[in-house]
């Protein structure tokens, strides 16, 4: 029972996720082919999200398109993402500024989602999607959350991450320490040929937090582009981030 709610709690969530500038509109077997669901359940799916009021159906073109309560949903954090001094400034501004594909990133339990993507302009780019994951251990973007953690829980975290992915790890607790480390000394993280064959990624933190949780943005895209490039990237994401963003301002102490 537990299982079957989660799995179409996660089908609802990546239909929403998969209306974008390039989907602005979809139909039944669209959805189907990009998501990997079974063309009966996904017809279900889109039914009911019509009928709770988030999906408007398009009876001449059999296609669904998000309705403005799609908007609505996230608006309590709409302020330090769309508002002045905004994260989704800074991310415009790396993409203009790099032409590659640029994602802004949060934490989810033993994963990373990318929870915003702008795609490379550039002839040569690695495609990425929101609402794609990264693994905690194995990917830049996971080492560089682990990063951010008070020095008496790194070691713990990572134990507790080891033993949830089960099977033989591919780095080694010890090998992980040290990278945390190299990354805490260099402000950013970077990975080529592990996630994803022949692409890379370069990421750093966001300042301060946002709603409570820290964020992390990142350029990604052919490896070797990637490390060719990694110092002025870091350099473009940096003068973006003291342009553009604000972070939460912690509480006043108590007088």
Same mark, same amino acid.
């Given at each position: 029972?537990?299982? =079957?709610?989660?799995?179409?709690?996660?089908?609802?969530?990546?239909?929403?996720?998969?209306?974008?500038?390039?989907?602005?509109?979809?139909?039944?077997?669209?959805?189907?082919?990009?998501?990997?669901?079974?063309?009966?359940?996904?017809?279900?799916?889109?039914?009911?999200?019509?009928?709770?009021?988030?999906?408007?159906?398009?009876?001449?073109? !059999?296609?669904?398109?998000?309705?403005?309560?799609?908007?609505?949903?996230?608006?309590?954090?709409?302020?330090?993402?769309?508002?002045?001094?905004?994260? #989704?400034?800074?991310?415009?501004?790396?993409?203009?500024?790099?032409?590659?594909?640029?994602?802004?990133?949060?934490?989810?339990?033993?994963?990373?989602?990318?929870?915003?993507?702008?795609? @490379?302009?550039?002839?040569?780019?690695?495609?990425?999607?929101?609402?794609?994951?990264?693994? #905690?251990? +194995?990917?830049?973007?996971?080492?560089?959350?682990?990063?951010?953690?008070?020095?008496?829980?790194? =070691?713990?975290?990572?134990?507790?991450?080891? =033993? @949830? #992915?089960?099977?033989?790890?591919?780095?080694?607790?010890?090998?992980?320490?040290? =990278?945390?480390?190299?990354?805490?000394?260099?402000?950013?993280?970077?990975?080529?040929?592990?996630?994803?064959?022949?692409?890379?990624?370069?990421?750093?933190?966001?300042?301060?937090?946002?709603? +409570?949780? !820290?964020? @992390?943005?990142?350029?990604?895209?052919?490896?070797?582009?990637?490390? +060719?490039?990694?110092?002025?990237?870091?350099?473009?994401?940096?003068?973006?981030?003291?342009?553009?963003?604000?972070?939460?301002?912690?509480?006043?102490?108590?007088?």
């Amino acid at each position: 029972m537990t299982s =079957e709610l989660s799995r179409s709690i996660k089908r609802t969530l990546e239909v929403l996720e998969y209306f974008d500038s390039e989907h602005p509109a979809v139909s039944v077997s669209e959805i189907s082919r990009a998501l990997g669901y079974p063309q009966s359940s996904t017809s279900i799916l889109l039914k009911s999200l019509m009928e709770l009021g988030y999906l408007h159906y398009d009876k001449p073109n !059999r296609t669904y398109r998000p309705t403005a309560r799609v908007a609505l949903l996230g608006r309590g954090v709409q302020s330090y993402l769309f508002g002045d001094g905004s994260v #989704m400034a800074a991310l415009e501004e790396i993409s203009q500024q790099t032409g590659e594909t640029v994602v802004l990133a949060a934490r989810a339990g033993v994963v990373v989602q990318y929870i915003h993507v702008i795609l @490379a302009t550039n002839p040569v780019r690695l495609h990425l999607r929101t609402g794609a994951v990264r693994p #905690m251990i +194995g990917s830049a973007v996971g080492h560089l959350f682990l990063s951010a953690l008070p020095d008496a829980e790194v =070691e713990g975290e990572i134990d507790r991450l080891l =033993e @949830a #992915m089960g099977g033989t790890p591919t780095v080694t607790r010890d090998w992980l320490v040290k =990278e945390v480390r190299r990354i805490r000394r260099n402000g950013f993280a970077l990975s080529t040929n592990t996630v994803t064959p022949g692409g890379g990624v370069v990421t750093l933190l966001l300042p301060g937090t946002f709603n +409570g949780q !820290r964020l @992390a943005v990142g350029i990604g895209g052919v490896a070797s582009i990637i490390t +060719g490039n990694s110092e002025r990237f870091v350099r473009v994401m940096r003068d973006a981030i003291r342009k553009h963003v604000q972070p939460e301002q912690p509480p006043a102490a108590a007088q």
